[in-house]
């Protein structure tokens, strides 16, 4: 294992070497060991607030693991059960775990598999509130519930609208009170959508703006076991759901022409596996990562945004969280 000063040389140099290739646009990363942040530095074009997109769903996933060690709801309830909108064949199978391992049967997100007719958004009309959920079932299920992952977004949105109806309150309010503020994430908030769909569908698969440095104690919590500076925010019982495969044996991925890859996957996020250690991870489209690994307490954040917004650029994110996995492991 390197020092700390190394690690920092050693990820600056990686993404020096991506900006310089002209695959980023820029960099700003922060990374913590053992509770403390040892690296933090940017290059190039690289914004202070991090449209960190998908990586939202993680804190969703967080608020869901709050309610279940409430013992509010239960990992195999059905989704009818909290939203009755679901009570129809088929649908009223699907459950709460389903929802966090997108293995629903939902519509996945449409660049997933372009050929399919997906695009659940722009079936809602003017009146958003009562619209959105009918929307999406009546785009159906692409598959029974519990036998394919597919990643989709549609069911994290469903996971905002369960937080919404068991909480009494939006579920942006919610995980900023029970899991932003309790992780310092002051300067972290919600896009704005005034006047667009997203002022009521809840904004909870791709819609915080995140200081790198905040991503960061997020994953602190996490790799601390559910703590934040003595401040318990899960309980590490949760954690565990977030680091064990959820899945059943050999589930494949077949989105973005990924030719059934196997993949692993927590009650809420990926599982990385590398050096003979194992990590919990999200991405975020444009290029941004969260990576956390608890037996080194390792918290890792960076923003890398890609040159061409229309390619994906492996190497700036899971080719970063493996080198870096490197630094620690190899």
């Not at 009170?177 to 569908?201: F, H, N, T």
């Not at 589930?251 to 030719?259: G, K, P, T, V």
């Not at 196997?262 to 990562?289: D, F, K, Q």
Request: glycine share 8%.
């Amino acid at each position: 294992m390197r020092n700390k000063t190394e690690i920092k040389r050693q990820m600056k140099r990686h993404l020096q070497a991506l900006y310089e290739q002209k695959k980023i646009t820029g960099a700003r990363f922060c990374i913590s060991w053992r509770g403390e942040k040892i690296a933090e530095s940017e290059l190039g074009l690289a914004d202070y607030y991090v449209d960190i997109q998908s990586v939202t769903k993680m804190f969703t996933a967080a608020a869901i693991l709050q309610l279940w060690e409430q013992g509010i709801l239960h990992f195999h309830d059905s989704v009818a059960k909290f939203i009755p909108e679901f009570n129809r064949p088929l649908f009223s199978q699907i459950t709460v775990l389903q929802l966090l391992t997108h293995t629903s049967g939902l519509a996945a997100v449409p660049d997933a598999f372009p050929a399919r007719s997906m695009n659940w958004e722009a079936q809602i009309g003017d009146d958003v509130r009562s619209e959105w959920i009918p929307a999406i079932l009546k785009q159906g299920l692409f598959y029974r519930p519990g036998t394919k992952w597919e990643y989709s977004k549609a069911g994290f949105c469903i996971l905002g609208e369960l937080i919404q109806r068991i909480t009494k309150q939006k579920a942006e309010k919610y995980i900023r009170e029970q899991i932003l503020l309790p992780c310092d994430m002051k300067e972290s908030y919600w896009r704005a959508e005034d006047g667009s769909i997203w002022d009521v569908i809840p904004n909870t698969a791709a819609g915080l703006f995140v200081p790198v440095g905040e991503l960061v104690q997020f994953g602190m919590m996490l790799a601390a076991g559910g703590v934040y500076k003595r401040r318990r925010v899960l309980k590490e019982a949760s954690v565990r759901k977030l680091e064990e495969n959820q899945l059943p044996d050999g589930m494949r991925d077949f989105c973005w022409d990924h030719d059934g890859r196997p993949v692993a996957y927590g009650a809420g996020c990926p599982i990385l596996h590398a050096y003979g250690e194992s990590a919990v991870y999200h991405e975020g489209a444009g290029g941004v990562m969260l990576l956390i690994n608890r037996k080194e307490k390792l918290s890792a954040a960076w923003s890398a945004p890609f040159s061409n917004r229309n390619e994906w650029c492996d190497e700036a994110i899971i080719g970063t969280a493996i080198r870096l996995m490197g630094e620690f492991f190899s």
